[in-house]
């Protein structure tokens, strides 16, 4: 769909949210984004926050928080979850990388 | 004599004769800590029970006189399971106080992980890397929201306003716009 183009961090970030599913928090995202991205990229938790929130302006995410636990020092979690809006633009982008793929004819 | 625990990561002042003081056990001599008041090292007379808790600092609690709530704390951060001094005084001048919160405990999280693994310098070397590099996103993110978009708006209706009262201008304007639409077609 067109509108639905993502930065490579958003790509990033919405995949970490979709493949996590129901834990999905701030956290776990920033591993999970630290493993997709192999050390190419570095990110740190604040940008992973501010990428979830622009998300979230965006429709492509929606947020909730948890009760806060003692292990967290009293403090609660911000749980995310791909909204379907966010699996399309998701969809789209890989589809973009596959194409680019398939004319370059695959990377080793 | 006053009784303090840490809930939650806070200290807190007990009430003498909750029921739960007697729960746990008590520690032995050689298990006591070193706790650091202002600058002096001291050995305090401190009586230290746990509670059974997944973490390691949850439930434990001090009787003893001579300190307070706040020298506690201090005492805990020697302690080594909590960072160094909180992040989150970067970060609450930015962000909505529970997304802080959130982001804080986050960082909290990974950082007590890395110290049970790799000890104290690494998790302190991660966590300070983290909170720095996270300040500047955090910041922009706050800056663009909060004061560029504003500032473009205003200026933007001052250029608009000045160039539709001054017909030279707009006439200039004009000519520059078709003449790069007629390259663009071409």
Not at chain 1, 1 to 25: F, I
Not at chain 1, 59 to 83: H, L, N, Q
Not at chain 2, 16 to 21: D, F, Q
Not at chain 2, 125 to 142: D, E, H
């Amino acid at each position: 769909m067109k509108g639905d183009y993502l930065g490579d961090l958003e790509q990033l970030t919405l995949t970490a949210v979709m493949l996590l599913g129901r834990e999905a928090y701030g956290g776990s995202i920033h591993e999970k984004i630290e493993e997709l991205a192999e050390g190419f990229r570095a990110v740190s938790l604040g940008s992973a926050y501010t990428t979830l929130e622009r998300l979230e302006q965006k429709g492509y995410v929606k947020s909730w928080f948890s009760d806060p636990t003692p292990e967290r020092g009293g403090r609660a979690k911000k749980y995310f979850e791909i909204t379907a809006s966010g699996e399309a633009a998701v969809k789209n982008s890989l589809k973009v990388a596959n194409n680019m793929l398939r004319e370059i004819g695959g990377v080793a | 004599m006053r009784q303090y625990s840490l809930l939650w990561g806070h200290i807190i002042e007990l009430n003498p004769g909750l029921h739960w003081r007697t729960f746990g056990h008590n520690l032995g001599e050689s298990e006591s800590v070193v706790v650091q008041f202002g600058r002096d090292w001291l050995t305090p007379t401190v009586k230290m029970r746990r509670q059974l808790s997944p973490d390691p600092l949850e439930g434990w609690f001090f009787t003893g006189s001579g300190f307070n709530a706040k020298s506690l704390e201090t005492a805990i951060r020697f302690s080594q399971k909590v960072p160094p001094v909180k992040a989150e005084y970067l970060f609450y001048f930015f962000l909505e106080a529970k997304t802080c919160d959130a982001l804080v405990g986050d960082l909290e999280e990974r950082y007590k992980l890395i110290l049970k693994k790799f000890g104290k310098f690494k998790a302190d070397l991660w966590y300070w890397s983290q909170a720095i590099r996270s300040t500047g996103p955090i910041a922009w993110a706050w800056f663009k929201k909060g004061v560029m978009k504003p500032v473009v708006t205003v200026m933007g209706s001052k250029i608009v306003h000045d160039l539709l009262k001054n017909t030279h201008l707009l006439e200039i304007v004009k000519t520059v716009l078709a003449e790069w639409l007629k390259r663009m077609r071409g």
